[in-house]
């Protein structure tokens, strides 16, 4: 089973910066992209960004680009999310998801939370 896990997540002050890790533990034969989503209170799932692979091409929504920056680590089957210029509206649970093929096959992480707060 394969299992992604977050950490990092805590109270940051506005524009400061946080960085998120998750790795997948279990038996991870393959993976075709990782994202990093969040979800606010009463407010539906959002996609943050995704990296694939193979290749490394990223790809944010749009409320974080330029402010976040997602990255991996094959060896590890862990991906990062940098989060600069936090702003209240960026709190959030923020959740790691791992696909293993192009057409689906996916993990989901537990979350962690991320509050921004003065």
């Known amino acids: 089973q394969v299992q992604p896990v977050e950490s990092g997540g805590g109270l940051v002050q506005p524009a400061g910066p946080l960085r998120l890790p998750c790795a997948a533990s279990g038996t991870v034969f393959s993976i075709y992209v990782m994202c990093w989503c969040r979800q606010a209170p009463g407010k539906q799932r959002e996609f943050v960004a995704n990296i694939r692979w193979s290749g490394g091409s990223t790809n944010y929504g749009d409320s974080v680009k330029g402010r976040f920056t997602i990255s991996r680590d094959s060896a590890k089957n862990a991906v990062y999310l940098q989060m600069d210029t936090l702003h209240a509206e960026d709190t959030a649970v923020y959740y790691c998801?791992?696909?293993?093929?192009?057409?689906?096959?996916?993990?989901w992480g537990p979350g962690t939370q991320v509050a921004v707060s003065s």
């Open positions: 998801n791992l696909r293993r093929t192009r057409y689906g096959d996916d993990f």
